[in-house]
């Protein structure tokens, strides 16, 4: 009897999964139909009129189209000429570079979706994009985040889901759908302005966190209100350019692109990812954006990507302007939209945009069907996020927008990433009643612990909006009593929005300052910065705050650095001078909170450097370098002996208890091609506290046909242990994972010996 009532319900079971097959099928098709109707109706201007993205400051009250009135008001006229008369498809960014209200955004989408659906022929939905890459950061009210760099310290991809689910929910809340994030550059240059963007250097990593983002953002149906379509980028290549510089050229063998840059966007893509950014720079003296080999070749044809592809901002007039590949406009717009490009981030001059693409399908220099391509793909979106029957969503349907169980999220975050790198003679925890000198330029104000990117685009506003949260400080003096702490900042950055300007701030009175002190924290590092503006010509901390340390250091009270910047900054004059450091990178609104709970010895510290933290400004190293870059000293006359300058290695970062590893094992010492190998190994937490731990599995191949790295990431896991508590950890991975990619393009695994390595333990293994 009971076999027959389970035969019933595997039947009733497979029925219910066939019915609802059946009916995702069915919408599909539908919506298919919905799709193809749509575009057989649009006339060549109503198209082209889609693959046209404008910056909200074009269709604003202003004096021109670069700048707006306070408040903000849309401008009917301007915003019925680029909606009815050219049929814009999409608008980004504010206006006057500051983050709004959600009811202001409410009220802002609303207006632009009541013309483009109740008074334009076509009725189709604008997408409304933004950069909410560490929160809704032009959102007020929203919760802020860790920047990518500190989520990617914590090694736990849980972060990074919740950090964009969040981001995702409170997005929406404001009526945009359309978030122009994760960045999956590979963090390979420590000098890059936007490393603190990105998931550091290693591609793997990488890989996991942006997966996760994706997944977070999307949800898996971007239709759910709670959700946005999420954007990769900037594809391919963008954060390895050889002068460090933003939009500079890169140069970079196709076989790398494939070993090094092309994972992250292959994961994410294989996650369900629906748009792509195209990189702003050159790779290999070609523009990317006029690259067809690059955006339809290696993105659509090789990794199968079927989404939109959008420009990055002004990019194709660049192809004219700036890189010299295009004599006109007009010339610009053929090259990016036959390489690929689906729509075009103008941002201003959408006429002359709209009214050349037209011209060139009628010269047949752009075909139909490559409009069509676009178009077709433009209108998919926009009914994927079921913008067709939602078009506006609204901030009262969102109540845990900006809530403290989301801001417990970001914290939990912040207090995973910050990293311990130095704490001798076990300065920290610090202990209560001592007397704090805490000084330094990044101290007391939240635009460095932000960075850019919040709450506008150079995070030179931040502190305007931030008011309430904690500067490094003010959480210092809340852990461990005001009477017991102390400011002076010594030095201070300048409230312009240029980065690097800072001055010497009540200098004089460091010196007595740290004699009535028993410890000093001294902030440091760099201010809030991104894109071009972040650029730099010297990697070492500024003279001013190196000063400033070998003041304080001077008074013998042990001195805490806390490193609170957007990439590593050389800090070799003054390392030794300091007892403690610890790198905050950029953590949040609420990175003050996390690091006076790790001062105070609450928080025990667990993350771990996702990059080379470079010892010298010349030695910029990746852990995965060649063996080239470290020579050993050859005998005779010749000594060609060299060592990378780093200061730490990637994925170093210490702890308040102590971690020991044993019985590194693996199921087979000799695998074959399509073999999994099977690794274990068992960590015991033998110190005196309860701590988290990152397990790496790194594997290198000892003898190579393409010179090997040293050795790569293959895995991680974040594991919890309390005080005397073993566990043991399990690693698959598929054998092809060992292999490279060779100069011909193709994946290869060669037989010989490998090396899998744990911490310290190592273990052979042959392949056939």
Request: aromatic share 10%; proline share 4%; net charge neutral.
């Amino acid at each position: 009897m009971m076999k027959k009532l389970y035969r019933f319900l595997d039947l009733a079971f497979i029925a219910i999964i066939s019915l609802c097959s059946a009916e995702v099928q069915a919408q599909k098709e539908s919506v298919q139909t919905s799709i193809e109707k749509t575009l057989a109706a649009m006339t060549l201007e109503e198209k082209v009129g889609q693959m046209a993205q404008i910056t909200l400051d074009v269709i604003a009250e202003g004096g021109n189209r670069y700048a707006s009135s306070e408040p903000l008001r849309l401008n009917k006229k301007e915003l019925e000429k680029a909606l009815l008369k050219y049929h814009v498809g999409s608008i980004l960014n504010t206006t006057n570079n500051r983050a709004r209200t959600p009811e202001v955004w409410n009220k802002i989408i609303a207006e632009i979706q009541d013309i483009a659906i109740n008074k334009s022929r076509m009725k189709i939905p604008v997408i409304y994009g933004i950069d909410a890459i560490h929160g809704a950061t032009y959102s007020v009210g929203a919760t802020m985040f860790p920047q990518q760099i500190a989520l990617a310290a914590t090694f736990n991809p849980q972060h990074a889901f919740e950090t964009a689910r969040v981001t995702a929910y409170e997005t929406r809340a404001c009526g945009i759908a359309w978030n122009f994030s994760p960045v999956l550059d590979i963090g390979a240059d420590q000098r890059f302005s936007r490393l603190f963007e990105n998931f550091g250097e290693d591609p793997y990593l990488s890989s996991v966190m942006g997966e996760q983002m994706v997944k977070g953002y999307e949800g898996g149906n971007i239709a759910d209100p709670h959700h946005v379509a999420s954007c990769i980028k900037h594809f391919l290549g963008y954060s390895v350019p050889r002068s460090g510089k933003d939009r500079t050229p890169a140069y970079i063998p196709y076989h790398q692109l494939l070993e090094y840059h092309v994972p992250p966007f292959r994961k994410a893509i294989d996650a369900g990812a629906k748009t792509v950014m195209i990189n702003s720079g050159l790779i290999n003296d070609i523009p990317v954006h006029s690259d067809k080999a690059v955006v339809t070749g290696l993105l659509q044809q090789k990794l199968g990507f079927s989404g939109l592809i959008v420009s990055d901002w002004n990019d194709i007039e660049n192809l004219m302007r700036r890189d010299h590949v295009a004599a006109n406009m007009k010339e610009a717009i053929a090259l990016a939209v036959n390489a690929g490009i689906d729509m075009s981030m103008i941002p201003y001059q959408y006429e002359e945009f709209c009214d050349n693409l037209v011209a060139l399908v009628k010269e047949g220099k752009v075909k139909q069907e490559r409009i069509d391509d676009a178009v077709r793909k433009i209108v998919k979106l926009k009914y994927e996020l079921n913008l067709f029957q939602q078009p506006i969503t609204y901030i009262k349907d969102y109540p845990d927008y900006g809530s403290a169980k989301f801001a417990r999220l970001s914290y939990n975050a912040a207090a995973e990433a910050i990293t311990l790198l130095k704490n001798e003679k076990q300065i920290l925890p610090l202990k209560k009643g001592a007397k704090i000198l805490v000084t330094g330029p990044n101290a007391n104000s939240m635009r460095p612990i932000n960075g850019g990117w919040s709450y506008s685009w150079q995070g030179e506003k931040t502190d305007e909006f931030a008011k309430d949260y904690n500067t490094f400080f003010e959480a210092i003096a809340n852990e461990f009593g005001t009477q017991h702490v102390q400011y002076i900042p010594g030095v201070s950055y300048s409230k312009e929005i240029e980065y690097y300007k800072q001055y010497k701030d009540q200098f004089n009175l460091i010196a007595n300052a740290v004699r009535s002190s028993d410890v000093v924290i001294v902030c440091i590092g760099e201010n809030s910065y991104t894109e071009k503006p972040g650029d730099l010509s010297d990697l070492s901390l500024s003279d001013l705050q190196v000063e400033l340390v070998k003041e304080v250091a001077k008074g013998g009270k042990p001195v805490i650095l806390i490193l609170n910047e957007g990439r590593p900054r050389v800090i070799s004059k003054i390392e030794h001078l300091a007892d403690v450091i610890i790198q905050t990178y950029l953590p949040g609104n609420y990175g003050g909170d996390a690091l006076a709970d790790i001062l105070s010895g609450k928080i025990n510290p667990s993350g771990k450097l996702p990059y080379t933290y470079p010892g010298a400004p010349s030695s910029l190293i990746n852990y995965y370098h060649k063996p080239s870059e470290a020579q050993e000293k050859m005998e005779g006359a010749y000594n060609y002996q060299s060592t990378p300058e780093s200061q730490y290695p990637f994925g170093f970062g210490l702890s308040y208890t102590t971690f020991k590893y044993d019985n590194l094992t693996v199921d087979k010492n000799v695998f074959s091609i399509n073999d999994e190998i099977n690794i274990t190994v068992d960590v015991s937490n033998i110190g005196k506290n309860a701590g988290k731990e990152v397990v790496m599995l790194f594997s290198s191949d000892m003898v190579a046909s393409l010179t090997p790295d040293i050795k790569r990431l293959r895995r991680f896991e974040k594991i919890e242990l309390d005080k005397g508590e073993k566990k043991t950890v399990h690693f698959k991975i598929k054998a092809a994972e060992l292999g490279f990619i060779g100069t011909d393009g193709l994946l290869k695994l060669e037989p010989g010996e490998f090396n899998l390595q744990i911490e310290k333990l190592s273990r052979k293994i042959r392949l056939k």
